[in-house]
């Protein structure tokens, strides 16, 4: 079964009172639209086709960075869901299997869930998603027949006994290609706002004869977001729903509400999270890490047994070997840390690439930027940087070798070698005790002239 898969993603979303459009807004580091995208691409699809309308440059930008085979399509009035699918017929003229229609501003509906879809589908012309909803307010109500849909009912227009039934219309639809469009073209704005709504062809397709009906999923698939208030609530779904699969695949989280995490984060078996951790976009920990508490991750991999924090922040670009320590205040920014090498306190490590079993002194710094371009420091397997040792880049430390403590290095150390580079001690006897006398006196005389 060849499947198209269309997001409806042309909505201002007023409510947000944003200039940016409503599907671009994010969870969990990544865009509601990501997340559709996201869940559809785990069908597979032949055709990904987007309708956008408000915000259109932006919302093309944003797909194409995500999937740039997708199609993105202007809707420039919106008037309906029937309307917005209809902009999708040119893209998919030569396309002969299912489409599944999408909500750009309903990003949870899982993958098992579209799975079920497609299963109601072979025996179905029509398969329509619904939720069983605890207050179903005015929604559409789904009216079923043993396992066929007889019809939706809008709110406004349900009986007393209909009203009461709570399997609700989530607007999602899979249909075949060519009777999706042919069912549209029938389709009126029988509606006080004039539009056209994509489930009116739901009873057109009784009416000839169409075999319809209805899966269920969970309410919280079907959230859909309108407003920064939704947006949040949202955001803790969505966390709560990471958070409880992290602990599932054998993750400990001490204190799992503390935690938050990206749309992407990948985390091996047998970590540890402690609390008050955030993992940005593009973090991948492997099994046996410790994330101490208070930590700040992203665009980083770290490998096994590694032990991070606490208080630490690997930025883009970090790249940790097996058995690495990173310590309290360290930031790490597109470097590559060796196996088993620490960088245990109060240091800067950017743009460097560490060896094996080195140890970086507290208060370390790699000078890496000299105000117009970056460059790489380079420490040897085994060396030993000198705690408060600046690195000025670029610059190499061999194999081995160590810096001394308070050094200024800007010339490559060789394997092995000690490097001093500090400006020599001088000491006069006497002195601090003379400054200090003549200091209290300026006060004194500053005091006494107030």
Same mark, same amino acid.
């Given at each position: ?5 269309? &997001?409806?993603?042309?909505?201002? %979303?007023?409510?947000?009172? $944003?200039?940016?459009?409503? *599907? ?14 996201? $869940? @559809? ?30 199609? *993105? ?78 019809? &939706? ?7 007393? !006994?209909?009203?009461? &039934? ?19 073209? $029938? ?24 075999? *319809? ?21 949202? !955001? ?31 985390? %091996? ?12 976009? #593009? ?33 883009? #670009? ?28 109060? $240091?800067? &490590? ?10 970086? @002194? ?8 000299? @105000? ?7 420490? #040897? ?70």
């Amino acid at each position: 079964m060849t499947i198209a898969l269309v &997001i409806l993603a042309a909505g201002k %979303g007023t409510r947000m009172n $944003s200039e940016k459009p409503k *599907v671009l807004h994010e969870i969990g580091n990544a865009s509601m639209l990501i997340h559709t995208m996201r $869940s @559809g691409a785990t069908l597979s699809p032949e055709r990904t086709v987007i309708v956008a309308g408000h915000g259109f440059e932006q919302v093309r930008k944003e797909v194409a960075d995500y999937n740039p085979n997708a199609t *993105v399509v202007l809707q420039k009035e919106q008037k309906g869901t029937a309307h917005a699918v209809s902009f999708c017929r040119e893209a998919l003229s030569d396309f002969d299997g299912d489409v599944i229609v999408l909500y750009g501003d309903t990003p949870f509906i899982r993958p098992e869930t579209l799975t079920k879809m497609l299963k109601a589908r072979c025996d179905n012309a029509i398969v329509v998603l619904g939720f069983k909803a605890k207050d179903p307010e005015k929604y559409g109500r789904l009216v079923m027949k043993d396992h066929s849909l007889e019809r &939706i009912v809008e709110y406004a227009d349900a009986s007393a !006994e209909e009203r009461n &039934i709570k399997f609700c219309n989530s607007g999602v639809i899979l249909a075949k290609c060519d009777q999706l469009f042919d069912l549209i073209d $029938s389709v009126q704005p029988q509606n006080a706002q004039g539009e056209y709504y994509l489930t009116d062809i739901v009873g057109t397709a009784r009416e000839r004869g169409f075999s *319809v009906t209805a899966v269920c999923c969970n309410e919280t698939e079907t959230l859909g977001i309108n407003s920064r208030a939704q947006l949040a609530e949202a !955001e803790e779904v969505f966390q709560q729903r990471a958070r409880n699969e992290l602990m599932h695949q054998g993750i400990t989280l001490q204190q799992p509400n503390s935690v938050m995490l990206s749309y992407d984060t990948v985390i %091996g078996r047998d970590t540890v999270i402690e609390p008050n951790v955030y993992f940005g976009p #593009g973090v991948t920990i492997e099994s046996d890490v410790r994330i101490q508490a208070f930590s700040h991750l992203e665009g980083c991999h770290v490998s096994r047994m590694s032990v991070i924090g606490p208080y630490a922040r690997l930025r883009p #670009g970090a790249e940790l070997a097996e058995n690495a320590r990173i310590g309290n205040f360290v930031e790490i920014k597109n470097a590559l840390i060796g196996q088993g090498s620490k960088v245990n306190h109060l $240091s800067y &490590i950017g743009d460097a690439v560490v060896g094996a079993t080195a140890n970086i @002194g507290a208060g370390t710094i790699t000078c890496n930027y000299d @105000g117009v371009m970056k460059h790489q420091t380079i420490i #040897g397997d085994h060396a030993f940087i000198g705690s408060n040792t600046m690195l000025v880049a670029p610059v190499t430390i061999g194999n081995e070798a160590m810096t001394a403590s308070g050094s200024v290095i800007t010339k490559n150390v060789p394997n092995a070698a000690l490097a001093f580079a500090r400006a020599e001690q001088v000491n006069k006897p006497g002195l601090a005790q003379k400054l200090f006398e003549f200091l209290k006196t300026k006060k004194a005389k500053r005091d006494n002239s107030e």
